[in-house]
C-alpha cells in the first residue's frame, strides 16, 4: 500500500527527473493486519514480487511484533493505493514511477531507463531493449504496467468524481 501526492509533469524528450506520486511504501502484516512502513523501494519491491508465497509479517523486521502499535494506520489522512501481489522486481538500473492523475481515478506506471527516459508501453520497452545491447537479458514482460487500485475511500471529499462514459474533452457547439 502506498500513500499519494501531487502528479508531475515532465516532457519525454529531456532525461525524466519528475516526482513519483508515492511518499510512502508500506505492507500489511498476514497475521494481525497492521501496516508497517517499508524503508526503501527495493525492500518493498522484494516484499511484493514473493507475497503469496511469502507473506508478510511484522516480525520480517527486527525488533519488531505484532503486539507493537501499526506504523501507519489506513485512514483518509492519505490517499491509499494496493499493489498488486508478485509483480515481479523491477529490471536493474530502471524505476518504477506511479503517477496520481488530477481527478485521483488511478495510478499511471511509467519506468525510468537508466538514461533518464520515460517510458510509457510494452512497446516502448521492446524498442528501448532492442536497441541497447546493453539490456541483453531483460525481456519486455520484467515489466509491469498493472496500476495499483486507488483506495476510493480515501480520495479527498473536494476531488470532483470521474462519471463513467464521460470524457473530459470539451464540445464543440455550432450555430444555426
Known sequence: MKGTHGTPK???????SGQSSID?????CEKCKK???IQSE???????????EEPFYC???SAVSC????????DSTRTWAVDKPDIQKTP???KRHLVLRKDYSKLDTYYITPEGK???SQNEVAAILKSNPKYKGISPSDFDFGSPKVMEDTVPVDVPKKVPGSSNKKLKTTMD
Do not use: C, H, M, T
Open 24 to 28: 510512502v511504501l508500506a505492507a500489511q
Open 42 to 52: 527495493e525492500e518493498f519491491e522484494e516484499i511484493r514480487s514473493k507475497l503469496s
Open 10 to 16: 515532465s516532457s519525454s524528450k529531456k532525461p525524466y
Open 118 to 120: 520515460k517510458v510509457r
Open 35 to 37: 501496516w508497517r512502513v
Open 59 to 61: 516480525n520480517r523486521r
Open 92 to 94: 536493474e538500473g530502471f
Open 67 to 74: 503486539e507493537d502499535p501499526a506504523d501507519i494506520e489506513y
